[in-house]
């Protein structure tokens, strides 16, 4: 169904794309197309086609750029969480009012809970599904009531090993709860989780955990402020560097220099995303390569994963396949939604290039399977779909596209 089609579906269709959101909210700040390019440093054309859904805005920095000159949340650019019929999108949803409660009710003083269950289960529930092949799916009911819990032995310890033990469990599930909020749309529960570790952190007062924490805030950081998340990263190296001694170290260390790297792509500084992506490469070689097992999936495979998502964001089209060639997928059968990045952000790459759009249908498909639920709440990923089904019609790769789109609640 094209932008410019008839009828109550056309409309339904432009609302659904982040270019017809653009287009209202330049309506609303009464500001033209030259005038927002302008604000924005893109070009009036490059504009144009994406307020028509003729190219999908999925680049972060021009997300921020656009955020910025409209004086808008990136949240009101992008869209909020679509909840559909489909229970793969929607069903994680369902878990956001108890987890909303246990990282807001909660105090290390004063838990929310009046009993818990014993340390060592709680810590082997988090261990159990920190391993989990589909992690981000099966957090959404245990995860509310772990926290309240540690919250419990963080108050009341049997003693100071108990106490510590608690707190490190703590900043895990302060983890999970970052990532599976972002990954869902909610950016303020996920930078809240991010605050909540670094309390625990300060605590704890060792570089590894601050490091976790660190690491946990900048990649919550407003879209905004990739600059400020540059230096971020940039300090919480230098302060952490120092401090290796083992692999979770290396481990936490490397997945700062990525969040440093991609931070200095989306601000357009080229040199220094190479040196922190070298950097990360050259730690990645220091440990075992099992995104599996180590903490943040740091390790050489993540970090050809992350290649193409700087490739992507730096505007790569076909040579992202070059670059996934480099990716040993086997590797990411333990961790489904990095697996799912990967082949969604090799096919973001595909879409833009037209000679290419049927592969990029194929490797979409391909993220879809692997984790539903990630995917289907996945803004970029909608995006790029949204797009492509006006490009991609009539042919086998349209009828998989009208699927897709249908599952993520797009008219098609």
Do not use: C
Request: proline content about 4%; hydrophobic content about 45%.
């Amino acid at each position: 169904m094209s932008a410019g089609g008839s009828g109550g579906a056309g409309l339904m269709y432009d609302q659904a794309t982040i270019g017809a959101r653009l287009r209202m909210l330049r309506k609303w700040r009464k500001l033209s197309l030259v005038e927002l390019a302008d604000l924005a440093g893109m070009s009036k054309s490059y504009l144009s086609m994406a307020e028509r859904g003729e190219r999908a805005l999925d680049r972060r920095s021009y997300i921020a750029a656009l955020a910025d000159a409209l004086q808008v949340s990136e949240t009101e650019l992008v869209g909020g969480p679509h909840l559909t019929k489909d229970p793969a999108q929607s069903a994680p949803h369902a878990m956001i009012p108890q987890l909303r409660a246990a990282l807001i009710a909660n105090t290390l003083t004063a838990p929310l809970a009046d009993r818990a269950r014993p340390l060592p289960e709680l810590l082997a529930e988090m261990d159990r599904l920190d391993h989990s092949k589909y992690k981000f799916r099966e957090v959404g009911r245990p995860l509310p009531a772990i926290i309240d819990e540690l919250h419990v032995h963080a108050a009341a310890p049997a003693g100071e090993a108990e106490h510590r033990l608690a707190l490190e469990g703590l900043i895990e599930a302060f983890q999970m709860a970052t990532f599976t909020t972002k990954d869902l749309g909610y950016g303020d529960l996920s930078h809240i989780a991010a605050m909540r570790a670094g309390e625990v952190a300060a605590i704890l007062g060792d570089p590894v955990n601050r490091g976790k924490a660190d690491s946990l805030r900048i990649h919550t950081m407003p879209a905004t402020t990739w600059r400020v998340r540059l230096t971020a990263a940039e300090q919480a190296v230098d302060r952490l560097q120092p401090h290796v001694r083992d692999d979770t170290g290396v481990h936490v260390l490397g997945m700062l220099t990525l969040a440093a790297s991609m931070a200095a792509t989306v601000a357009a500084d080229a040199s220094r995303a190479r040196h922190w992506l070298d950097h990360a490469a050259e730690l990645a070689g220091r440990t075992a390569d099992a995104p599996g097992a180590n903490w943040g999936a740091f390790s050489t495979t993540n970090v050809n994963v992350w290649r193409i998502s700087l490739a992507v964001e730096q505007g790569e089209s076909g040579g992202v396949l070059e670059l996934a060639r480099r990716v040993e997928e086997h590797r990411l059968a333990e961790r489904s939604g990095r697996h799912t990045a990967f082949l969604t952000d090799v096919g973001r790459g595909l879409a833009r290039d037209p000679r290419a759009r049927e592969r990029a249908v194929e490797w979409l498909h391909r993220a879809e399977n692997v984790a539903p639920h990630k995917f289907r709440n996945d803004a970029k990923a909608r995006e790029t779909v949204g797009v492509l089904l006006q490009q991609v019609r009539s042919t086998a790769a349209g009828r998989v596209l009208r699927g897709m789109a249908a599952r993520m609640g797009l008219p098609h």
